[in-house]
């Protein structure tokens, strides 16, 4: 009977636990692979938020690469575009002068003074409008003052403001 009983043991050991222990190791083998993999994989993605931040970087470094700077003054174009934004912001009292052309190192400079006035949310979506244009722009200098006769006004709801703009505009050949 005790050698029936250690065949039994023998057999099912040979027969449920042998086979059960094997594939319990393959099994231990394959998560040890995967973790592996994981790790290499957690690697990699861990380098996405400096990506990110790398890129949203060089957006703001190379905003203005599209921008144009012609060969030509253009400057009837300028004007154009100039006097449309005007126009769509409903602005008054509109003045342009256009000073003396300087030679920089690689471009020329022209610049530009324009004298307007217009509420507040005008005026800044005009400053706005002037920012994105296709062509190189850049304001050098920006004075804004409150029209004392429209704040006299009791009729007004929102008091005028006369803005002095100097911006340079570029090209590259005179």
Known sequence: MLAILCVMLVVSGLVLYWPQSRAMEDIR????VEKSVTGTYAAQVAV????????EDMKIRFRDYGRRMPKQKELGGFLTEIGEN??????????????????EDAFHTLPITMKF?????????????????E???????????VDQKSLA???TTE????CELRLNIYFTES
């Open 86 to 103: 005007f126009e769509k912001e409903r602005l008054d009292n509109r003045s342009i002068e256009a000073g003396g052309t300087r030679r």
């Open 117 to 133: 006035q217009g509420n507040y949310l005008s005026l800044a979506s005009f400053l706005q409008r002037i920012d994105t244009m």
């Open 48 to 55: 996405v938020p400096d990506l990110r931040r790398q890129v």
């Open 159 to 162: 008091p005028k403001i006369d």
């Open 153 to 155: 006004d009791p009729k």
């Open 135 to 145: 062509r190189l722009t850049r304001v050098q200098r920006l004075h804004i003052k």
């Open 29 to 32: 083998k394959q998560i040890e």
